[in-house]
């Protein structure tokens, strides 16, 4: 963005409204209960790939700003903690698939680490988050702990 202060007040409102209190924090459908840990791209639900474009976005607007003068980062890294900490599955509803779970866990991580390479962001990830991120490697242990 060249003018992120032009559009920060109705950016927030859409990322808080849309991204994450309607997409994020709903599980609209059920995800296929398959038992796998992972599914190929073409296995995913549309909804999931949505949640992963919407940690995207996320991870862009707050890029895009390069500064947390409005706390927007720290709300969002408590998102993705929450995200990484409830093993993918936000509701804790336990209404969507492994596969999916994980997918949802590895774009949270992502999203995590793309921020801790932005000097502004850095010093706000907590050392608990990096070791959260470091999870989402051993993905077959860490679900079955």
Not at 30 to 44: A, C, I, Y
Not at 70 to 94: C, F, H, I, P, Y
Not at 138 to 143: A, E, H, I, K, T
């Amino acid at each position: 963005m060249l003018a992120p202060d032009q559009f920060a007040s109705p950016m927030k409102s859409v990322v808080a409204n849309f991204i994450v209190k309607d997409l994020l924090m709903n599980d609209r459908s059920t995800g296929e209960k398959n038992g796998k840990l992972w599914s190929p791209d073409e296995e995913v639900s549309p909804e999931v790939l949505a949640k992963v474009q919407a940690i995207k976005l996320l991870v862009r607007w707050l890029l895009g700003m390069k500064n947390n003068q409005s706390k927007s980062a720290n709300s969002t890294l408590r998102l993705l903690s929450a995200m990484l900490v409830s093993e993918g599955d936000l509701t804790e509803q336990k209404r969507i698939s492994k596969s999916d779970m994980s997918r949802l866990r590895l774009a949270a991580g992502s999203a995590i680490m793309k921020l801790a390479q932005e000097p502004c962001y850095h010093e706000i990830i907590t050392p608990e988050q990096f070791q959260l991120c470091a999870l989402v490697i051993n993905v077959s242990n860490y679900l079955f702990l």
